[in-house]
């Protein structure tokens, strides 16, 4: 007899606007998911085996149930699968369903030849493809009409393991597409977990301050992304971001109505089909990012950054990517010819264009029998 296996795609993202500000409850953001991948395929084992062969591992086992687990190789890098397949578990356990025995296979195309990232929510990817491949494996769930069940669980185990996070890159990989993003309250979900509250409960429960909602860019609008070929350090900055909010609260609240203003001018300019408009809201949060940067010594807009960002508003305009001190950049430009000259002044300051576009689709999902 034929066993299937699952195929599942899941998008990266990108931060267009409201970066650090999305932390707070009901604080909104534009993400946006795009067409690079994290691949994972699952099918029946006589034992449970990961396998992350571009991280050096093709064969991991483990033993033990939950978080107590024993695996065959200790490595920081499997902390997130290993969150999502406890999560996972946890809630296939309170809905009274056996999860059976399985092999997962995880493979990226977020990072570059070398293994440096992008900057592209790579690990919030990984998280949604575990979570997605195994509800599917022991459910065959139908992934549009569970998709807040795989958003709410992939939450629960990217934010357990990683301690922070607003959600917005899994929004993106799970949804698809462009998304107005407004922030969960982390208070609440961080007393939920200490509480220990089922996962059956958390994901039937309405979170406070969560919205998630689909919106389209003006037509005219061509997105454009450029490397600066640096990484960042995602937990680093956000701690920097922490203290300015627990030594200056007035400078932080500035920051964060300063970022609330322009996310909503630019989710207004969505609506009414204003590139224009767009252009200055985005101009709008990049100065807020850069006032944030000053109260807080983070260098969120690094020197290439700033180089990028420059360039980008000679043709429309432009700023950093989320956390900011190094990845990616983005800039809203109009025409091709204008695409064209952004990408060449971008490459003579050796600054990389991403061949990127968007994808409209969160999670894909194929079956294959063998």
Not at 247 to 268: A, P, R
Request: proline share 2%; hydrophobic share 40%.
């Amino acid at each position: 007899m034929k066993c299937p296996i699952y195929h599942i795609k899941v998008p990266g993202k990108l931060m267009i606007a409201g970066e650090y500000a999305v932390l707070e409850s009901g604080q909104p953001a534009i993400v946006v998911a795009v067409d690079r991948f994290i691949n994972v395929t699952i099918k029946a084992s006589h034992e449970n085996i990961l396998s992350l062969p571009q991280l050096g591992h093709d064969k991991v086992t483990w033993t033990g149930q939950g978080l107590y687990k024993q695996y065959s190789i200790s490595d920081g890098r499997l902390q997130f699968v290993q969150q999502a397949i406890a999560f996972v578990e946890s809630y296939l356990e309170g809905k009274s369903i056996e999860s059976k025995p399985f092999h997962l296979t995880v493979l990226s195309e977020l990072n570059d030849s070398s293994g440096r990232k992008y900057g592209l929510g790579s690990s919030a990817a990984i998280v949604v493809g575990v979570v997605t491949a195994m509800l599917k494996f022991n459910t065959e769930i139908q992934i549009q009409s569970s998709s807040d069940l795989i958003f709410k669980l992939s939450v629960l185990a990217h934010f357990s393991t990683q301690g922070s996070g607003s959600g917005a890159d899994i929004a993106a990989a799970v949804y698809g597409g462009w998304i107005q993003y407004n922030g969960l309250d982390r208070d609440w979900l961080i007393d939920q977990l200490n509480q220990q509250i089922s996962v059956l409960h958390l994901v039937d429960v309405n979170w406070p301050g969560l919205r998630v909602q689909k919106i389209s860019p003006p037509r005219e609008l061509q997105l454009c992304v450029g490397w600066t070929t640096s990484e960042a350090s995602t937990v680093k900055m956000i701690d920097k971001v922490h203290e300015i909010k627990k030594n200056d609260l007035l400078k932080y609240q500035y920051f964060i109505k300063e970022s609330n203003t322009s996310v909503t001018k630019l989710v207004e300019s969505f609506r009414n089909n204003d590139y224009d408009e767009a252009i200055i809201g985005l101009y709008q949060n990049r100065q807020a990012l850069l006032q944030l940067s000053h109260y807080t010594n983070a260098s969120i807009e690094t020197k290439a950054l700033t180089e990028l960002a420059t360039i980008a508003e000679k043709y429309g305009g432009g700023k950093s990517s989320g956390a900011g001190g190094g990845d990616c950049g983005i800039a809203f430009v109009k025409g091709e010819d204008k695409v064209k000259k952004l990408k060449n002044d971008w490459q003579t300051a050796n600054i990389v264009p991403l061949d990127i576009s968007i994808s409209l689709n969160g999670i894909t999902v194929k079956r294959e029998y063998k």
